[in-house]
């Protein structure tokens, strides 16, 4: 079962479409009511920094140690975006919160 929108895996496929043209955009989506993801390009083309943002009253180190459903959605994402060839960080870290919102993030690479 497919727990990512299909609106987030179309903006994926387009990232990945556009990576090969030389001009990825930028993806941005909610993957639940507590959870959304934006993939931000650099300048350089060759990597990304993605960046979950969940909405909880604790902030584990790493976004998988939300439990196994967002484990699920987030190895979902993963799975997409190496089927572009685009290599996602081994962990999504907690970089910081904002009351109760808290983004985690990692880099991408782009082969």
Request: glycine share 10%.
């Amino acid at each position: 079962m497919n727990h990512v929108p299909d609106e987030v895996l179309e903006d994926i496929d387009a990232l990945g479409k556009q990576f090969l043209t030389g001009a990825p955009p930028s993806v941005e989506g909610r993957l639940r009511q507590d959870l959304r993801m934006t993939i931000t390009p650099d300048e350089s083309g060759e990597a990304a920094r993605i960046r979950f943002e969940t909405e909880h009253t604790q902030a584990p180190p790493t976004l998988r140690d939300r439990g196994s459903f967002v484990t699920t959605i987030v190895d979902g994402i993963d799975s997409r975006l190496r089927s572009w060839g685009i290599e996602p960080p081994e962990a999504y870290e907690h970089t910081g919160s904002t009351g109760r919102v808290h983004r985690y993030e990692g880099r991408l690479r782009f082969p």
